[in-house]
């Protein structure tokens, strides 16, 4: 059996700095791991609140051509002044 060779302390310390690196990027990797999984239940939410807004904006829009539908049925084409809440119909 052939004897055993010593390593070199500089050899041994390349070494080690090479396993702390692999062992900074592994733990690194982990992180970022995380992090997109973050990202990615934030990204969830905000998906979740932009559907309830854009059904809300929908609703919203059916109920003021709703509302449209019923003055127009009531007083008629014309116009409406906001300001000071009066109707004016059309000719």
Known sequence: MAEPIK?????????KGIQT???EKT??????????????????????????????LVDAQKKEQEWIDKISNKYGEGNLSLKDGTFTPKS
């Open 7 to 15: 390593l070199t302390d500089d050899e041994l310390n390349e070494l």
């Open 21 to 23: 690196t692999y062992q």
């Open 27 to 56: 733990y690194e990797f982990g992180q970022l791991y995380i992090d997109k999984l973050n990202v990615n239940e934030k990204i969830k939410q905000l998906d979740e609140i932009e559907s309830k807004l854009t059904k809300d």
